[in-house]
Every structure is written in structure tokens, then in C-alpha cells.
């Protein structure tokens, strides 16, 4: 076996232990936002990361297709297509999750503490570890070639 279709394989499966987890965390984040942006008073902020959890979500559901093998077929070609295009959205929406709604908010609560804060700092860095590593495994299986 060649070590490009090693790298794939081993891609693959590292993919298929996060991508699952990134996607139940990624529609728990949607309903949260979805529901943030309702309350609060229809919050712009809270509108995007839902929007881009959403989206998210259902990049990575292709994906998991995609890895499956469900979709590499003439008919659902222009499917594929549109999914190697987006593919870097979670990664880039982890990284996101990860620096900026988990780690700097953890940093802003050195000048006050509040529980919910921790507790929201901790779900973002968690919910962001698995779109980034599920995001990052992805990356890769945009660039394959489709057989026909």
C-alpha cells in the first residue's frame, strides 16, 4: 500500500472519532445560540454562531458521507463539489470556538468571576477541540479526486 492511501485511511478514522462528537456538540451549540438569540433581544452574535453551527453541522454530516463512501457517485457529484468547497468552514468555526469564545473568554474572568462564564468558557473550548480536529481531518478529503 502506498503511504498517500496510508494517510488517508488513518485521516479517515481519526475523522470518524471526532466528526459524530463535533456534530452532537455543534447542534447543542445551534439550539443554545437559536435560543440566546431569542431571549436576549434578537442578538446579532448569537444569530452567527448559530448560523455557522448549523452550517457546521451539516458540512461535517457530508463529510461523514463522504468518508462513509455514500456519496462519491455521478449523481450526487455536484453534492460532493459543493462539500469540498465548504469544507474548511469548520475548521476555521472550531478555531473560532476555541480562541476567542473559550480562551479569551477565560482570560476576561480575571477581572470577574461568574460561574456561568466558566461554565460556557469550558463548553466552547470543548465543543472547539472537537470541530477543530474533526474540521482539520476533513481538510484533506476535499482534495481527493472523486473516482467515476
Known amino acids: 500500500m502506498n503511504t498517500s492511501l496510508n494517510n488517508t485511511t488513518s485521516s479517515n478514522d481519526t475523522f470518524m472519532k471526532y466528526a459524530p462528537k463535533a456534530v452532537a456538540l455543534l447542534c447543542l451549540l445551534t439550539v443554545i445560540s437559536a435560543t440566546s438569540f431569542l431571549t436576549r433581544g434578537w442578538a446579532l452574535m448569537d444569530f452567527n454562531i448559530a ?14 458521507q463522504l468518508a462513509r463512501g455514500e456519496t462519491i457517485n455521478p449523481k450526487k457529484q455536484l453534492l460532493t ?10 475548521y476555521l468555526f472550531g478555531i473560532y470556538l476555541f480562541l476567542f469564545k473559550g480562551f479569551w473568554s477565560l482570560t476576561v474572568m480575571v477581572n470577574s468571576f461568574s460561574v456561568m462564564l466558566a461554565v460556557m468558557s469550558l463548553f466552547y473550548l470543548i465543543c472547539g477541540h472537537f470541530v477543530v480536529n474533526a474540521g482539520f481531518q476533513s481538510c484533506p478529503m476535499a482534495k481527493l479526486k472523486v473516482k467515476r
Open 51 to 64: 448560523t455557522l453551527a448549523a452550517l457546521s453541522a451539516l458540512v461535517l454530516l457530508l463529510n461523514i
Open 81 to 90: 463539489r459543493i462539500m469540498h468547497r465548504c469544507s474548511y468552514v469548520p
